[in-house]
């Protein structure tokens, strides 16, 4: 119920955008692209999904000789593909913690760790584009009630994300706050989530130097991401400063986290043809959100045949216990 509600209101907004903005203007935005920025752009998704994978593979524990990973390079790739899929289906790119599901039936890890790094790496995702939303509202041009609303979410968001890395009393009272607040019915997640945030705090803490490493990683990911929506602008013969789109695109894509939509479809190009006004009409802007669907859906598409071989190996896993147990 809660996939179809969200489907609903992604096809609304796209309902109001498309009925606002003459359609055969934006097929012609297409049609007086430039096609060698278009192909610069597009294809920049492969080597930041590369770059994720990477990163993932710094964080799982290293084997006896401290040199290689439990995780190899090419299943990283595989493993950050197959998450895709889930995130064009499960709200805030919560698919991405499926992976620590995938590495602990394959062996990877103990539960309990992967779902710690996981974590971990989604916190420094969000820290990251927080970061860059804050480096955007400063230089953001219009001081006005908006402006001020996504200044005190954004400072508060990043305020939480940094203690809740960084402080384990934070931690603690921000989880005793949590149960709370929560439905009963969820205590027993809290409870996971919590022994998995505090683990993750004990296993990335003692490597300070590795921390470091991953943060920086993290920031400069979401630098590709916002150069690649740039090149997009460039792709759609628009003028628009370096610098402005660096300040503007990463709102936009912290509008379409908001778990309200399918795939943050709607109010991620909503916020787009917003935000971006001062600089381009409404078709370009409606045609820079379609651009950006697509960081999404082709890494989804491309992770089909990975998703479908885990899921078939966790099948067969779970099959051969559910066996041996009645074989016992």
Not at 126 to 151: H, N, Q, R
């Amino acid at each position: 119920m809660k996939r179809l509600i969200s489907i609903i209101i992604s096809l609304l907004i796209l309902t109001a955008i498309y009925w606002k903005i003459d359609f055969s203007g934006l097929i012609k935005v297409f049609q007086n692209s430039h096609p060698v920025w278009m192909v610069i752009s597009v294809s920049m998704i492969a080597p930041l999904t590369m770059l994720t994978a990477w990163r993932l593979q710094q964080l799982m524990p290293k084997r006896g000789n401290k040199s290689s990973s439990y995780l190899n390079f090419g299943e990283a790739n595989q493993l950050i593909l197959a998450a895709s899929v889930l995130n064009m289906i499960l709200p805030s790119k919560m698919g991405d913690i499926v992976k620590a599901y995938f590495m602990k039936q394959r062996g990877h890890l103990e539960g309990s760790l992967s779902l710690s790094l996981v974590i971990f790496e989604k916190a420094c995702d969000l820290v990251s584009l927080l970061i860059w939303c804050a480096f955007g509202l400063i230089v953001y041009p219009e001081k006005d009630l908006l402006f001020w609303v996504m200044t005190a979410g954004v400072t508060l968001g990043l305020i939480i994300g940094l203690l809740l890395l960084s402080s384990r009393k934070f931690t603690n009272i921000f989880f005793q706050i949590a149960r709370k607040i929560a439905p009963k019915k969820i205590y027993s997640k809290i409870d996971s989530l919590e022994l998995s945030w505090i683990e993750m705090h004990r296993y990335f803490w003692h490597d300070k130097v590795q921390l470091t490493k991953i943060a920086t990683t993290s920031i400069f990911i979401w630098f590709g991401h916002l150069l690649q929506i740039w090149f997009f602008t460039l792709a759609l013969n628009v003028s628009v400063p370096l610098l402005a789109s660096l300040a503007l695109s990463p709102l936009a894509i912290l509008a379409g986290l908001l778990p309200l939509t399918f795939a943050g479809v709607g109010t991620r190009d909503a916020a787009f043809i917003l935000f971006y006004q001062p600089y381009f009409s409404t078709e370009v802007g409606a045609a820079l959100g379609l651009l950006c669907t697509s960081r999404y859906v082709l890494p989804a598409i491309a992770g089909l045949p990975f998703f479908g071989k885990y899921l078939v190996g966790i099948n067969k896993m779970e099959s051969l216990r559910k066996s041996e147990g009645i074989g016992e």
